[in-house]
């Protein structure tokens, strides 16, 4: 898949990448620390924090409460959160942990951010306002394709971006020809 991001914002098309992080607190982080059962799992939850610090965009703050409720807020986006409940496996030595290891990846990241966006959108009585205001703010490129996203399921929103998505997969017949090419010596 190719995504092209194309803006009328020159700082958005530099090639500098900021220092974007989500937050991933709460309840279950402390119960999951005190609830571990040896090292691995300490240094597992660790891993889970440091690949959640990341993934989102760094004014994202996931909180996860031990009775598996997360919420999703960003302070760019005024006080609208996302909440969804998360199954804890009491079975498990560590349920807390459980809980955590779902945020432990990229798309269950992207799949809150995008909740907390189409929840705004969803919400809002001027989308073509709140747009125009968000459109402005510094986003983690990811977080940035997400907004549009969701922004682009309403048609009243006139974008100010042109993003462009491409499924088509290359050429066949150049990529073998190309790796014939490569390994013909191998033959």
């Not at 998360?86 to 290891?101: G, H, Q, T, V, Y």
């Not at 971006?161 to 017949?173: C, D, R």
Request: charged share 25%; with cysteine; net charge positive.
């Amino acid at each position: 898949m190719n995504i092209t991001l194309n803006t009328k914002y020159e700082k958005l098309n530099t090639s500098r990448k900021p220092n974007f992080t989500a937050q991933l607190r709460g309840s279950a982080v402390r119960s999951a620390i005190k609830s571990a059962k040896d090292t691995f799992q300490l240094n597992e939850i660790s891993e889970i924090i440091e690949n959640i610090n990341k993934i989102g965009d760094k004014n994202t703050v996931i909180n996860c409460n031990y009775d598996g409720l997360a919420s999703i807020t960003n302070k760019n986006f005024g006080k609208t959160e996302f909440k969804t409940k998360i199954a804890k496996n009491e079975k498990s030595d560590n349920p807390f942990l459980e809980m955590l290891r779902t945020f432990n990846s990229n798309t269950n990241i992207q799949k809150y951010e995008m909740s907390l966006f189409d929840k705004i959108f969803s919400h809002s009585r001027n989308k073509q306002e709140i747009y125009n205001l968000y459109s402005t703010y510094n986003l983690n490129p990811r977080t940035r394709v997400l907004f549009e996203l969701s922004a682009s399921k309403y048609p009243e929103v006139k974008r100010t971006e042109e993003i462009i998505f491409s499924f088509a997969s290359p050429n066949l017949e150049k990529l073998k020809e190309n790796f014939l090419k490569q390994f013909s010596s191998l033959f």
